[in-house]
């Protein structure tokens, strides 16, 4: 095959992971990138300095590349030069990051060939900064202030979020893309589930919350209702940060939920993550910020029923494939309640989740992404 175009894939996530989400999304896309290039078209995968080890995972993590190229910076280092626009080694080519982590600067886009894509997934930057690291804040918001002078295209996962773009970096509109994420490739409850729930030590039958303290995570609000709802069945809640587990814990008490109803646990594998949706009963979406709602995507995958509060990115991604209700406590509670009324309402739900799930696919997003990179 002669190589006519070569997509070089920032794999920062996936060789020095700081974010499981973002490491997720990046190997999933870079896995479905591969294998969704076109004729003539190969994958190049972008690493910061890492041991040989961490090369040999992103090379198993990624199967099909056709080569990487490690930077010669770790990537704390990097992540600065990246932010100051600096020379990072990186060089140019057809470049897509599945972050803001990117060489921003001038290049030639029409003579050399060169392009620079990024992907911001959530706005908590701008919208609830008090709840990131001033560190944090500050080298996203300089990104993307870098993204909107020399990105040639800024992908975002909803059109919610590409309206809401406009606010924070004025003057982007014609180089908003839309693409959305997806659950992992072949994301299906194992068939150990029962062994890695027991394992998990987390009870059957549960409604499954995802985040911590956070107040945009809106767990306050998601124990109200279940306290409100009536409902006496156990509640499960993933992804919480290290830590925080007693806060989570005197929230929801708090709240009505009796403390050995709660069980707290934090970022899941994909397996266990899967196997917990198998027992989940319901999952229960309170938060209303602007970012890729993960979980609920899941959820959907799995045909578990969704019960979300009503907001512009879930409206757009749950669409009728599960309950949208205001973002109060009553709403919630009601909803929640009805959802699992019965058997037939819970299956019905159901239904409408996988339905919906199926909308979601690493392999569209790659073939977007191509075509993206083709139209540019």
Partial sequence: MTVVATLRIV????????????????????????????????????????????????????PGLAGVHKVSLPRRELSAALQLGVATGIGGGMIHSPTLFAPLVKHDRVH??????????????????????????GWQRAMLRRAAKHADAIVVPTHSMARQLEDFAPRL???????????????????????????????????????????????????????????????????????EEPAILELASSSGIPEGNLHVRGFLDTADRAAVFGAAVALLAPAARSAFPWRVVEALALGVPVIAAQSPV???????????????DEALASALADALASTAAADRLGVLAADRGRVYSWREAADRVWQLHADL
């Fill in 112 to 137: 050399e060939n060169d392009q620079t894509v990024v992907t911001l997934w959530d706005f908590r930057a701008w919208e609830a900064p008090d709840e990131l690291s001033r560190t944090s804040v």
């Fill in 11 to 62: 794999l920062d996530q996936v060789a020095a992971p700081t974010d499981p989400d973002l490491a997720l999304a990046s190997r999933e896309l870079a896995t479905a990138l591969v294998e969704a290039a076109p004729d003539g078209c190969e994958v190049e995968g972008i690493l910061p300095s890492v041991p040989a080890a961490r090369v040999d995972d992103a090379l198993s993590d990624v």
């Fill in 173 to 243: 509109s014609e180089r908003v893309r839309v693409i959305a994420g997806a659950a992992p490739a072949r994301f299906r409850v194992p068939s150990d589930e029962v062994g890695r729930r027991r394992v998990l030590d987390v009870p059957e039958g549960f409604v499954l919350l995802s985040g911590g303290r956070a107040a945009s995570d809106a767990l306050g609000r998601g124990f109200a209702a279940i306290a409100r709802s009536g409902l006496e069945l156990p509640v499960l809640v993933i992804d919480a940060p290290a830590g």
């Fill in 314 to 328: 879930h409206a757009e991604v749950v669409v009728d494939g599960g309950m949208l209700v205001p973002a109060e």
